[in-house]
């Protein structure tokens, strides 16, 4: 009864606030859609914006894909009018739809922020991933998405994959091949790659954001999706962002770069060999970004299937009625996506910033934002007294707890002392193991080794030995040892979390 009465209290007191301290026209938008590769970097962006200001904000971001996130920022099927406010894609607007919007009088900007490698993974059982594991180059590639190269222990994988033969679960072990279904920018990517890098065997008519795929192909919709396809079928082949590939434990093929070496994505990334595919950008943001390609370009650790991704915005925000959400679109964008220490934070999802001359030209172009607002959204990084409390300053001293918590429940499971919870572990176990010898007959009669016929003594295999009790302590040992493993990790996070809850 006290929760109803008081549940009702505070539904009372929401309704009789003065308007000034709450409305709901008092709620601005953003609402954005496009590519699936770094929606996670733009969803945490959002809700960190969100939980830093003191006006109600609502800012989405629809993962579709980036041929649906284009689609919608051009909006051909609604008058010319964006059904976003802006997109986003790992391909850039096409040259031909770019000329037809400037023949229509509508300027665009390509925002660029982040860089992302495009990779192959696979699922053998029993191949792992790094220089022990498998490489493939773009010529074999193609012939496996073709479908002209079914097996793993092909003769041509073989080549150059010595081992390989030893380490599969059978001889003409099938290969299975996942794309995506729709329109993807990942499907642009490699199937540019394949073209640049083998061009007598991919051919020019096969490139695109959907191509015709050999129907003995797995469909898969989205990253999740092809992760799926990957991890459920043995002998899957797939591509997809290698952030998301590594964060679900897929495991990577290595891939032949232009300099000649086999190399993986992580590898790339941490020799820096993924900011160093990106060349040859336009030097302004409304010029035609359609050729912008990074793929195959030299170098030791260049990584041979990078994609940049963008964000689309209208030069002529207009078509957003209230001007106060036009003046917060730009300065999301500003302070989040293009702000040099902000983006750094989805490194974690495997992406890297695009490089601060690129960065420079996706500034200049929030500049040419026709933005007509009375309105300015600000920033408060140190304290500014007074002026921080402004209704459309986002202030990086204002913090959700939920948000805190977040920031800081990684760093403390990591400070758990794992050498107690061992050390813990250890004693219980002797402690089992003590009471189970105690318990244990004083006169175990022992079995007579197996003789050969000439008298000798005859060596027991792994296969005829008898399962004995004293094999079946040692088995309850290390059950309950996984157990109570288990159960103290469970209490530790527990103790970490409710210690965070309570202050």
Not at 205 to 219: A, I, L, Q, R
């Amino acid at each position: 009864m006290k929760l109803v009465s008081f549940a009702a209290a505070a539904l009372f007191a929401a309704a009789s606030a003065p308007s000034s301290v709450w409305s709901l026209d008092q709620v601005y938008s953003v609402h954005g859609s496009g590519t699936t590769n770094p929606s996670k970097c733009i969803w945490m962006h959002m809700q960190n914006f969100m939980d830093r200001a003191k006006k109600p904000l609502h800012l989405t971001y629809r993962a579709v894909g980036s041929s649906t996130g284009q689609k919608e920022f051009i909006g051909a099927d609604n008058n010319d009018v964006p059904f976003n406010y802006f997109g986003s894609g790992d391909i850039p607007i096409s040259t031909d739809n770019y000329n037809a919007l400037e023949g229509k009088g509508i300027g665009i900007v390509h925002l660029p922020f982040v860089l992302g490698a495009i990779s192959l993974f696979h699922n053998v059982p029993g191949v792992p991933d790094g220089a022990a594991g498998l490489n493939l180059t773009s010529c074999l590639l193609s012939k496996i998405f073709k479908r002209e190269i079914t097996i793993w222990d092909d003769a041509e994988i073989l080549a150059i994959n010595p081992n390989l033969s030893d380490m599969l679960p059978s001889t003409n072990f099938p290969i299975k091949v996942a794309r995506r279904v729709h329109g993807s920018s990942s499907t642009a990517s490699v199937t540019e790659y394949l073209n640049t890098g083998c061009s007598e065997e991919w051919p020019t008519e096969m490139v695109g954001k959907t191509v015709d795929w050999h129907p003995d192909t797995m469909e898969c919709e989205g990253s999740g999706g092809m992760t799926a396809c990957i991890r459920d079928n043995e002998g899957a082949i797939g591509y997809i962002d290698a952030g998301h590939g590594h964060e679900e434990g897929l495991t990577e093929i290595e891939l032949l770069n232009a300099d000649g070496n086999y190399i993986s994505s992580k590898r790339a990334a941490e020799n820096g060999g993924i900011g160093d595919a990106a060349g040859g950008t336009p030097g302004s943001a409304d010029a035609d970004f359609g050729e912008v390609k990074l793929l195959n370009r030299p170098g030791t650790y260049t990584w041979p299937i990078v994609a940049m991704s963008y964000i689309y915005v209208r030069k002529d925000l207009s078509f957003i009625e209230d001007p106060v959400e036009r003046a917060l679109l730009k300065a999301f964008l500003k302070y989040t996506l293009l702000d040099e220490e902000e983006i750094k934070s989805c490194s974690k999802f495997g992406f890297t910033p695009v490089p601060d001359g690129v960065r420079q030209v996706a500034l200049n172009g929030l500049e040419m934002l026709e933005v007509n607002s009375t309105v300015e959204w600000t920033v408060e990084i140190d304290t500014i007294p007074g002026g921080g409390q402004g209704d459309y300053v986002i202030s990086k001293k204002r913090r959700t707890y939920a948000e805190y918590d977040r920031s800081t429940l990684a760093a403390g499971e990591a400070e758990l002392d794992e050498d107690m919870v061992s050390t813990k572990v250890e004693g219980m176990v002797k402690d089992y193991l003590a009471a189970q010898e105690t318990d244990a007959p004083a006169d175990d009669p022992k079995e007579e080794e197996p003789t050969s016929p000439s008298g000798n003594t005859r060596a027991q295999s792994s296969s005829d030995r008898a399962f004995t009790d004293d094999d079946a302590q040692k088995l309850q040992a290390a059950l309950v040892l996984s157990a109570i493993s288990f159960s103290l990790w469970i209490l530790a996070i527990i103790g970490v979390i409710a210690k965070k809850m309570c202050g």
